[in-house]
Nanobody, 112 residues
Framework: VQLQASGGGLVQPGGSLRLSCKVF??????NTWAWHRQAPGKQRELV?????????YYSDSVKGRFTISRDNVRRTLYLQMNSLRPEDTAVYYC???????WGQGTLVTVSS
């Protein structure tokens, strides 16, 4: 199984980005997927997750601003990030929950 994350970049505060995570393998449909992030000097934290039945979870720090979604046909996980803040700056990773399947990370920098 391979996970390929993309969509990071430099954005001004208040801006938006959409991250994508393409999953190569047949395990996508029936599992829970998540986005995590790791800011410089900080531990990795769970940002959002989505189950096979599309039940979602968000950390308090992103609730109301980020939206996680999935496309089972395309085997792709998404994270729509709106109203970005400088404290959202981090490397974002996609992951199948409770496994060692991780994407390579994509850097999001929020700065003016």
């Amino acid at each position: 199984v391979q996970l390929q994350a993309s969509g990071g970049g430099l954005v001004q505060p208040g801006g938006s980005l959409r991250l994508s995570c393409k999953v190569f393998g047949s395990i996508f449909r029936y599992n829970t997927w998540a986005w995590h992030r790791q800011a410089p000097g900080k531990q990795r934290e769970l940002v959002a997750s989505i189950t096979s039945s599309h039940t979602t979870y968000y950390s308090d720090s992103v609730k109301g601003r980020f939206t996680i979604s999935r496309d089972n046909v395309r085997r792709t996980l998404y994270l729509q990030m709106n109203s970005l803040r400088p404290e959202d700056t981090a490397v974002y990773y996609c992951n199948m929950i409770n496994t060692t399947y991780w994407g390579q990370g994509t850097l999001v920098t929020v700065s003016s």
